[in-house]
């Protein structure tokens, strides 16, 4: 098969650091030099790239939606000459990055796979060079085939809007809690193309749509929360991610908490209930005390992971400015990040 020719867009993360004084920080130039040098990257089963290493190289703690743009519009540029686009980045933040440049690419027709690792490449035990590696296999066979963002980490391929990170410690870092895997990498690629949202031969041009004009929170219920610890963070927001327990609900019985969420959203604060689980899917008209927040203006995330629903309102709420028109895109598919019940 001939060389297919792959962007590395190198956004930072523990991938390419070296351990300092100040604990591991991102050492410029290292991993951009051991792709152009190791004789491994020359491989056959490889691909052609250019590595465009970010200056700064970033720990994605320090990464937010400027970030998100920069690579977005990095991707938008180079993406018409090239196959595909690997980014590189650190596992921190790497499931909120994917979920946003899922939104943000709009009209995207071919992959962007995102990997990082939990060690350093420079450490003699690693999982950072199977990550690279693999990652740029499946670019290199399978770049025609593969219309979305998607992680690679560890083993498993998963749609990057789906994916959290699970793991501090372990090599797989990164799930996929409410939607099987698009693949698994062991001897072999299992890879379930069923799943996978293919290109589409009618297609508008990519076209960015930069995120962050909005302002948006995320907000974690814990019990003994008062609503006076809340209603600071309602002040000039225009989205909320509520975190709530089991199928979404929230201790309806506190008043005070019900009228908060009630007035910011007569305020047009667009409020998004994704479950504190792992894995499940909200339901709000289960219980009373998800009804409640039904009653009150609440719109269900459905099984949003937290991430995708951060992403996701910031998206719309950068593109839309009637809150209505929000809630209802919300509960719409727009990426493949959520299942409708
Ligand atoms: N703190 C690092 C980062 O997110 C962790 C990693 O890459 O694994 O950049």
Request: net charge negative.
């Amino acid at each position: 098969m001939a060389k297919r020719r792959i962007y590395i867009a190198y956004a930072g993360g523990t991938i390419g650091m070296r351990t300092t004084e100040r604990g591991r920080e991102p050492a410029p130039g290292y991993l951009a030099e051991q792709l152009r040098t190791n004789p491994i990257f020359d491989s056959e089963e490889l691909p052609e790239f250019t590595i465009n290493e970010y200056e700064p190289l970033l720990d994605s703690s320090n990464m937010g939606p400027s970030d998100w743009i920069r690579i977005a519009q990095d991707i938008e540029k180079h993406l018409p000459d090239y196959d595909g686009v690997l980014v590189i980045h650190g596992t921190d933040t790497m499931a909120y990055t994917a979920a946003a440049l899922s939104f943000m690419l709009e009209n995207l027709n071919k992959p962007v796979i995102i990997t990082g690792s939990q060690v350093p490449l420079c450490e003699l035990r690693n999982d950072a060079m199977d990550n690279l590696v693999t990652s740029l296999i499946l670019l290199q066979r399978f770049a025609d085939r593969i219309a979305e963002v998607c992680i690679y980490f560890g083993g498993r391929f998963l749609r990057g809007n789906r994916a959290k990170k699970i793991d501090g410690e372990f090599f797989g870092a990164f799930d996929s809690p409410n939607l099987p895997n698009l693949g698994r990498v062991g001897i072999d690629f299992e890879l379930s193309w069923d799943l996978i949202r293919a290109p589409k031969s009618t297609r508008k041009p990519l076209h960015v749509q930069p995120i962050g004009t909005a302002s948006v929170a995320a907000f974690r219920l814990f019990p003994g929360l008062k609503a006076k610890t809340l209603a600071p963070m309602l002040d000039g927001i225009q989205g909320l991610v509520l975190e709530c327990y089991g199928a979404g609900n929230a201790p309806h019985r506190d008043l005070e908490f019900m009228e908060l969420l009630r007035q910011a959203h007569r305020n047009g604060v667009v409020i998004v209930d994704v479950p504190q689980p792992i894995h499940g899917c909200a339901n709000l008209s289960l219980y009373a005390t998800g009804r409640a927040l039904l009653d009150v203006g609440v719109v269900s995330g459905f099984d949003m992971t937290p991430e995708a629903a951060l992403a996701k309102l910031l998206y719309l709420l950068s593109r839309e400015s009637n809150p209505d028109e929000v809630r209802r895109l919300v509960q719409t598919d727009m990426r493949g990040e959520i299942t409708l019940p």
